[in-house]
């Protein structure tokens, strides 16, 4: 049977999305294998289930490109508040989105200037994990700041923290001149991190700026990455790039995020934004 879809993307990371209030489908890893295909079908860095919840306005279950199912998404999150406030007519300032990381409070933070649609949103994220069986990454120290690890036979300095899924930060030169096809994948796949992990490589452009360009698990590389840009922010206070509790900004490969590491949480705030609409083949 044909269901519609909605393309949407945050700064580039772009989903497929369903409203799955009243249908699911059969084998949502498999359907976001096939969409996910640039070159055969709609194309995406994965899936995205817009659910019903028993505790939150909406659910969001989020499946990556390769078929693995995801805790969490920062840009896919805000555009589920969007899906959620323009899609399904819930016009809250502030909305819940039930997640396997949470429930997530997204505040409007821009809307049209007919106020009939949610363009950006600032996401309370929560506070970082630094516990290394809860990232989880097998290191001794906790926290994971600046350690030595043996990537493809060069030693890194790498910070490892969890925002909803595990991250590993790494500041260097400009990241655009890495070659991340190459070293992505080691770091994905490297023993320290038994669930696999998203590694960003950052440099340091001033006072609270920030150039990322990331590697996810289960998509490579991506044009944003949300939770990696707040476990970036993170990253950056605690080795003394940046300061706690004022703007931080993230310059990706598909636009800027902005994120604010506080004293109990950590704040995103960025732009959701449609494709295009479209029907796709399920079951």
Known sequence: MKKSFYKMHGIGNDYIYFDCFDWMPQDPAALAVKLSDRHF???GDGVILVC???IADGKMRMFNADGSEGKMCGNGIRCVGRFLYDIKGIKKDVLTVETLSGVKTLKVDQKSADGLCAEAFTVDMGAPVFKPEEIPALFAAEPILSHPLIVGEKTYRVTCLS??????VVFGEDPDGIELEKIGPLFERHPAFPERVNTEFVQVLGKNELKMRVWERGSGETLACGTG??????AAVLNGFAERNA???L?????TLRIEVTDSTVLMTGPAEFAFTGEAEVS
């Not at 925002?163 to 590993?168: A, E, L, R, V």
């Not at 310059?251 to 636009?255: I, P, S, T």
């Open 247 to 249: 703007p931080i900004y």
């Open 41 to 43: 079908s709609v194309g």
């Open 251 to 255: 310059r990706l490969k598909g636009g």
């Open 229 to 234: 840009a707040c476990a970036s922010a993170v």
């Open 52 to 54: 019903r919840s028993d």
């Open 163 to 168: 925002m909803g899924n595990p991250h590993c």
